[in-house]
C-alpha cells in the first residue's frame, strides 16, 4: 500500500473525510465589532437604569417655607409648607413636607421655625415614600441654606 503523495490523493485513496484543526479554534479570536459595540452600549445602559433609579430620593434645596406645623397624628411630627413647588418623586399628595422620624422631629421643626423667622430658604432630603398617615412626601433631613 502505497501511503506516499499529497493530500488529496491520500484523501481519495482512503476515501476518509479530512479533518483540519483551525487556529481559530485553538486560540480565541475576538468577538465582531458589532457584538462588542452592542455590549458596551447595554453596559451603558444598565449603568443609567440603575443610577436613575436612585433619584427618587434627593434633595431639594432653594425651599422658602410659608407655615410649620407641629402634631402628634399617628406619632409627632413636623410638618413643612413652602411657597415653592412641592419635590414629589413618590406621587403624594403635593402641598407639604413631612418629618416623621422621631430622632430629627425636634431638631427639624426648629431648623424650619429659624428658616421662617429670618426669611432664609431650606433643603430637604425627600425620600421616594409618602407618609403612611398623611400622605405626603416623607422627608428625613432638613437643613438651613
Known amino acids: 500500500m ?35 459595540r452592542t455590549g458596551q452600549t447595554l453596559s451603558v445602559v444598565a449603568l443609567l437604569l440603575a443610577w436613575t433609579s436612585s433619584w427618587g430620593a434627593n434633595w431639594a ?41 422621631s430622632t430629627i422631629v425636634a431638631s427639624s421643626l426648629a431648623t424650619a421655625l429659624a428658616a421662617l423667622a429670618s426669611g432664609r430658604q431650606i433643603r430637604v432630603w425627600v425620600t421616594d415614600t409618602c407618609d403612611s398617615v398623611l400622605s405626603r412626601p416623607l422627608v428625613t433631613a432638613v437643613g438651613m441654606m
Not at 432653594?62 to 414629589?88: F, W
Request: aromatic share 4%; net charge neutral; hydrophobic share 30%.
Open 61 to 101: 434645596i432653594g425651599l422658602t417655607p410659608s407655615q410649620v406645623i407641629t402634631a402628634n397624628t399617628g406619632g409627632p411630627y413636623t410638618q413643612i409648607l413652602t411657597v415653592d413647588p412641592i419635590v414629589n418623586p413618590a406621587g403624594c399628595i403635593a402641598d407639604s413636607y413631612i418629618i416623621r422620624d
Open 2 to 36: 502505497n501511503t506516499t503523495g499529497t493530500r488529496e490523493q491520500l484523501d481519495e485513496r482512503w476515501r476518509c473525510p479530512v479533518i483540519a484543526i483551525s487556529r481559530d479554534l485553538i486560540t480565541p479570536r475576538q468577538p465582531p465589532e458589532r457584538i462588542r
